[in-house]
């Protein structure tokens, strides 16, 4: 009986954190909107600045729990710049816990309201988040023949119109490498062939569609590209062979010691413009990945294994960046729960919030 209540209580880690950044989405949402309606007749920059704030707020309650409560070490390789920058950011992709990656590296810039996301047009049906993804300038787009480059475009351009600042991520890859769904790395590793590519081990073929367009669009208006490779510690097997990458419901259950983050800085003038050759400096840089990732995890030298090759930083969030942020929000919420009217507006926000959302972006890009 011992032994189940220690299994369960290790297996409930994730329900704070879970219930807390759930818990105060309707908050949030309501925020925002209250200041979505008051800065109407405000120049379009206005908002901006304010709601990037807003998800500075709720990104960093966010990594007080990805970062400050689950207590992974984030060991950060390459050349990181500490100013904030206009970048898009390029990375392999394992799970959703990539997304959060981002985050961490954001908020050491102090750029993190600036996050924003190239998604899977699936994800637009989220409740809530999906529909504010989208307000904050996050692109959902469509695969292979259904990807609207003209959309993209236009979405982009108007962000660069208002002075948006920009931390563009990007997952070439389209979907997550996952170990145990061996047919898409094989259909993957098919692809590369028939196209005269380098095929790759620890990494999916590259699409370029969505990167090109980003770049081309706002060549003018970034600083680098930042090309970023993630490893999770923990993720081989006994035998050597790759398991599947934490979900967010395991890296809050500490099952994740140490993520290992190796940054690229890019200058735009070193990418081609011509989307064919993209395509092949894009496969290159995936290339280079591939080997970083080999050498994580086959290096046949066992001191070399789970690193990077390179000079290393164990960083640190400090409680000052994210503690606050959850007591606000943690307060607000508690407040509004207090009384049966908060209550009552608590529960409407989550219903009609996620019935004007799914309308919303099913007829507005």
């Given at each position: 009986?011992?032994l189940?209540?220690?299994?369960?209580?290790?297996?409930?880690?994730?329900?704070?954190p879970?219930?807390?950044?759930?818990?105060?989405?309707?908050?949030?949402?309501?925020?925002?909107?209250?200041?979505?309606?008051?800065?109407?007749?405000?120049?379009?920059?206005?908002?901006?600045?304010?709601?990037?704030?807003?998800?500075?707020?709720?990104?960093?309650?966010?990594?007080?729990?990805?970062?400050?409560?689950?207590?992974?070490?984030?060991?950060?390789?390459?050349?990181?710049?500490?100013?904030?920058e206009?970048?898009?950011?390029l990375?392999?992709?394992?799970?959703?816990?990539?997304?959060?990656?981002?985050?961490?590296?954001?908020?050491?810039?102090?750029?993190?309201?600036?996050?924003?996301?190239?998604?899977?047009?699936?994800?637009?049906?989220?409740?809530?988040?999906?529909?504010?993804?989208s307000?904050?300038?996050?692109?959902?787009?469509?695969?292979?023949?259904k990807?609207?480059?003209?959309?993209?475009?236009?979405?982009?351009?108007?962000?660069?119109?208002?002075?948006?600042?920009?931390?563009?991520?990007?997952?070439?890859?389209?979907?997550?490498?996952?170990?145990?769904?061996?047919?898409?790395?094989?259909?993957?590793?098919?692809?590369?062939?028939?196209?005269?590519?380098?095929?790759?081990k620890h990494?999916?073929?590259?699409r370029?569609?969505?990167?090109?367009?980003?770049?081309?669009?706002?060549?003018?208006?970034?600083?680098?590209?930042?090309?970023?490779?993630?490893?999770?510690?923990?993720?081989?097997?006994?035998?050597?062979?790759?398991?599947?990458?934490?979900?967010?419901?395991?890296?809050?259950?500490?099952?994740?010691?140490?993520?290992?983050?190796?940054?690229?800085?890019?200058?735009?003038?070193?990418?081609?413009?011509?989307?064919?050759?993209m395509?092949?400096?894009?496969?290159e840089?995936?290339?280079?990945?591939?080997?970083?990732?080999?050498?994580?995890?086959?290096?046949?030298?066992?001191?070399?294994?789970?690193?990077?090759?390179?000079?290393?930083?164990?960083?640190?969030?400090?409680?000052?960046?994210?503690?606050?942020?959850?007591?606000?929000?943690?307060?607000?919420?508690?407040?509004?729960?207090?009384?049966?009217?908060?209550?009552?507006?608590?529960?409407?926000?989550?219903?009609?919030?996620?019935?004007?959302?799914?309308?919303?972006?099913?007829?507005?890009?």
């Open positions: 009986m011992l189940s209540l220690v299994l369960h209580t290790y297996s409930m880690r994730y329900v704070l879970a219930a807390v950044m759930m818990g105060t989405a309707p908050t949030y949402v309501l925020a925002w909107g209250a200041w979505r309606l008051l800065s109407a007749v405000l120049p379009a920059r206005f908002y901006r600045e304010v709601d990037d704030r807003l998800y500075t707020i709720y990104q960093s309650m966010v990594l007080f729990f990805f970062e400050n409560y689950t207590g992974v070490q984030v060991i950060i390789y390459g050349d990181l710049p500490k100013n904030k206009n970048v898009i950011y990375s392999n992709h394992q799970c959703t816990v990539d997304w959060i990656i981002a985050d961490m590296l954001a908020i050491r810039q102090n750029a993190l309201g600036h996050v924003r996301y190239v998604l899977k047009d699936g994800l637009k049906w989220l409740p809530l988040y999906g529909w504010y993804f307000q904050h300038g996050g692109v959902y787009v469509k695969r292979s023949a990807f609207n480059e003209k959309e993209m475009r236009e979405k982009l351009r108007a962000q660069m119109k208002a002075e948006t600042p920009m931390y563009l991520v990007i997952f070439p890859e389209g979907t997550r490498y996952n170990p145990e769904i061996p047919k898409v790395i094989a259909d993957s590793q098919s692809f590369a062939e028939k196209e005269g590519l380098a095929i790759l990494v999916l073929t590259p370029v569609k969505a990167t090109h367009v980003a770049i081309d669009t706002m060549k003018d208006y970034l600083d680098a590209v930042y090309d970023v490779t993630v490893a999770y510690e923990g993720t081989v097997d006994h035998k050597g062979q790759r398991k599947l990458a934490p979900s967010m419901t395991e890296f809050l259950c500490k099952e994740c010691p140490r993520v290992h983050i190796f940054i690229d800085r890019i200058e735009l003038k070193d990418i081609p413009e011509e989307q064919i050759y395509r092949r400096w894009l496969h840089r995936f290339e280079i990945k591939d080997k970083l990732l080999i050498e994580f995890y086959d290096a046949k030298d066992s001191k070399r294994r789970n690193k990077f090759p390179g000079k290393s930083v164990h960083s640190k969030l400090s409680l000052k960046k994210t503690l606050p942020s959850l007591l606000f929000l943690g307060g607000l919420t508690a407040s509004m729960l207090l009384t049966e009217s908060g209550r009552k507006l608590y529960v409407k926000t989550w219903i009609y919030g996620t019935l004007i959302g799914c309308l919303w972006v099913s007829i507005k890009p």
